[in-house]
């Protein structure tokens, strides 16, 4: 079966410090990879999906960025934080046509 | 373009009532309907989805949803909660190739469970 991780669970940076998060999907092939957050009280917002090795597309201008680095990796970066990057950052994954699974969350408190 | 509506940001039920969340789409084909549940600190969890066929669909955690094309609608019921059903709850609804960047999540309803 499919399984996700994400890590780390809990980070806490100041701000202008760099950011990596990394997610990785095991027991698929060639899986849709998205990058979702969850601010506080709020819904969640897509800010990248991958459908391919190094194939990133961003949804919202932001100061984060993607990389897929091999099949089954997605990592979310920053070079330097801000304190509006706050929050609740999901990795998710699908295979085309199919329901997106996500991952357990990372949550981001900058400071 | 697409939308959800979860028109109740906060519920609160007794232990053994019967709920319902609602959910409005707005949507411009036949869509793909979700519904997720978060708990504190967690990731999403797949309840339940509709695709086609029964307008009625069974879900995990004794949960269902009834599809009704007339009203847009897509609400979430379970006959009796438990308290470990607390949490937020999530309609989404997508394309039919189910691509997942164009999927579009409500706002969230948050559960809350009196004893």
């Known amino acids: 079966s499919q399984t996700i991780h994400q890590w780390p669970a809990t980070l806490v940076q100041p701000v202008g410090s760099p950011l990596s998060l990394e997610c990785t999907v095991e027991g698929t092939s060639n899986p849709n990879l998205y990058w979702y957050r969850q601010a506080a009280g709020r819904g969640l917002q897509l800010l990248f999906y991958s459908v391919g090795i190094g194939q990133i597309s961003s949804e919202v201008p932001q100061n984060l960025s993607a990389s897929r680095p091999q099949d089954r990796q997605f990592i979310l970066s920053s070079k330097k934080l801000l304190l509006s990057d706050s929050g609740f950052y999901l990795c998710a994954w699908n295979l085309d046509g199919n329901t997106i699974y996500f991952g357990e969350g990372s949550w981001l408190t900058v400071v | 373009a697409q939308s959800v509506t979860q028109p109740d940001i906060h519920i609160t039920v007794s232990e053994g009532a019967s709920l319902e969340l609602r959910c409005n789409y707005s949507?411009?084909?036949?869509?793909?309907l979700f519904w997720y549940v978060q708990s504190p600190g967690q990731g999403l969890q797949l309840l339940l989805k509709?695709?086609?066929?029964?307008?009625l669909v069974q879900g995990i955690k004794g949960f269902e949803a009834e599809f009704k094309r007339s009203q847009s609608s897509f609400n979430l019921r379970k006959p009796s909660v438990h308290w470990s059903d607390a949490a937020e709850y999530f309609c989404a609804v997508g394309p039919a190739n189910n691509a997942g960047n164009m999927l579009t999540f409500g706002g969230g309803t948050r559960l809350m469970v009196k004893p």
């Open positions: 949507y411009g084909a036949t869509p793909y």
């Open positions: 509709y695709f086609s066929g029964d307008t």
